[in-house]
């Protein structure tokens, strides 16, 4: 067995256990009313979502959206992401951290979930788990998304979705500090 293996359940096991706990899960029926009186017929899906919702690792807030996160509760299953996950936790020194990365950035996980996920799977592999039994068994985690967008077509009364107020939007933040005369202390 791979010494990082070892060492990632031993660094895990280190954790407090309330960080390790798994999330609650959540089953409810959604139910999306989004828009004001004037959009009632909206209906945003997977065909038209990126035209109102706009990720933030590749977009810049515009002037009166708000910052809107979802969460849900997901599966980790069999496919590539699994797959290199667990290539990440047997064979490569320093793979854990990769694989947490891996678990936030790309699976969308919690920070607490994107632990608690990769220690369950180091542990049972570490229990004698092929990878194969590992990758045929589902891990469920937490994955939250965060996405600027109008206020008016964020869900409302929506379980899966909260609201975060932007203030000003970074861009003019940044010109702010940058036409403010800086002070001197002598």
């Avoid at 390790?20 to 004001?36: I, K, R, S």
């Avoid at 951290?97 to 790309?106: D, Y």
Wanted: charged share 30%; hydrophobic share 35%.
């Amino acid at each position: 067995m791979p010494d990082e293996l070892n060492q990632l359940a031993q660094n895990l096991e280190e954790l407090p256990p309330e960080f390790l706990e798994p999330a609650p899960v959540q089953h409810v029926n959604m139910t999306v009313a989004c828009g004001d009186e004037e959009e009632d017929d909206l209906v945003i899906d997977e065909k038209n979502f990126d035209q109102y919702f706009f990720d933030v690792r590749r977009h810049e807030p515009k002037d009166g959206q708000v910052l809107a996160r979802f969460t849900a509760v997901a599966d980790l299953v069999e496919g590539d992401m699994k797959r290199d996950l667990i290539y990440l936790l047997r064979e490569v020194k320093g793979g854990g951290e990769s694989a947490q990365r891996v678990m936030r950035k790309l699976g969308g996980a919690t920070e607490k979930d994107s632990y608690r996920v990769l220690k369950e799977m180091g542990l049972d592999l570490l229990s004698g788990m092929s990878k194969e039994e590992v990758m045929a068994k589902p891990y469920t985690y937490q994955c939250e998304f965060f996405y600027y967008a109008d206020p008016m077509h964020v869900p409302v009364n929506d379980p899966h979705w909260s609201v975060i107020r932007i203030v000003k939007a970074k861009k003019e933040a940044s010109e702010e500090v940058k036409n403010e005369p800086a002070e001197l202390n002598t």
